[in-house]
């Protein structure tokens, strides 16, 4: 892995920790990073943030529908059960600080980005496809009994 | 004390309230960007505005300089919470007139400690 790369995946995952721990209030517990996209999350909630500078490419968040209203209901102080629509905007707003963390260590150690507003995907049986020749590296997690991931995706060059 | 919190995201705003409720603080009203925000401080005696930088129709750095533009604005304290928090933006946001400057993710604790800060002036 490239030593830019190497970088922003460590950055990526500090920054998935720090959230989690002030925002959501639920820590998470780290996995092994894997390259390439022969693992894919089981998701049905996907939320992404691009960037653009020295680097681009995009932040991506994955969860399954149940952890997302788990978080979405921790990070707004009300149960699970009762999430509903507010479970989509609780979603970008995640993606949206992980990606938004990770921008500012980036940039501040010399690397400036910009940063997309959020996008949150929900369904099933989805695959999305990056035409552009790019590196993934999946970053699996788990909160409690719900596992989550989140992914750098990032153009070659 | 009465905040103006102004964020397009209902779940930022959601957890503003709650950690201003926390903190002691109930008395809240809410924008989902800043022209609803100009609006809502023309309609109410305001103590402090929390923004957010990034948000449609009018963003909080243009929020902020039309509120700075009003004169009996001029000392009003002017909380920014956001995820923008490079060198750089923290210049161009403090030129634009905010008091301090909350990066999140934050901790109720330090978002105490900011509005502590501007209302100590």
């Given at each position: 892995m490239s030593d830019v790369r190497q970088k922003a995946v460590d950055l990526l995952i500090e920054s998935a920790h720090e959230v989690f721990d002030m925002m959501v209030g639920r820590p998470l517990a780290q996995g092994v990073p894997i390259e390439g996209d022969a693992l894919r999350p089981k998701a049905n909630v996907v939320g992404t943030v691009s960037f653009a500078g020295s680097e681009s490419g995009v932040v991506v968040f994955y969860s399954t529908t149940e952890a997302a209203r788990q978080i979405a209901g921790s990070m707004l102080g009300m149960p699970a059960a009762e999430v509903n629509g507010e479970m989509p905007d609780a979603i970008g707003e995640i993606t949206n600080m992980i990606a938004g963390a990770l921008r500012t260590k980036m940039t501040d150690s010399g690397h400036p980005w910009a940063i997309s507003i959020p996008t949150v995907t929900i369904g099933s049986d989805f695959y999305t496809k990056y035409v552009s020749d790019v590196k993934r590296v999946l970053c699996p997690f788990r909160m409690d009994e719900e596992e989550i991931c989140v992914e750098l995706i990032m153009m070659k060059n | 004390m009465k905040f103006l919190v102004v964020d397009d995201s209902s779940t930022m705003r959601r957890i503003l309230i709650n950690t201003l409720s926390k903190l002691g603080y109930s008395d809240v009203v809410e924008a989902a960007n800043g022209r609803e925000g100009i609006d809502r401080l023309a309609a109410n005696q305001v103590d402090v505005i929390i923004t957010d930088w990034n948000?449609?129709?009018?963003?909080g750095i243009e929020f902020i300089r039309s509120v700075r533009a009003d004169e009996k604005n001029a000392k009003l304290p002017v909380l920014m919470v956001t995820t923008n928090a490079a060198k750089d933006d923290i210049v161009e946001a403090l030129r634009a007139g905010v008091s301090n400057y909350v990066v999140k993710p934050f901790t109720p604790d330090t978002m105490r400690e900011k509005i502590e800060a501007v209302l100590a002036g």
């Open positions: - | 948000m449609p129709e009018m963003t």
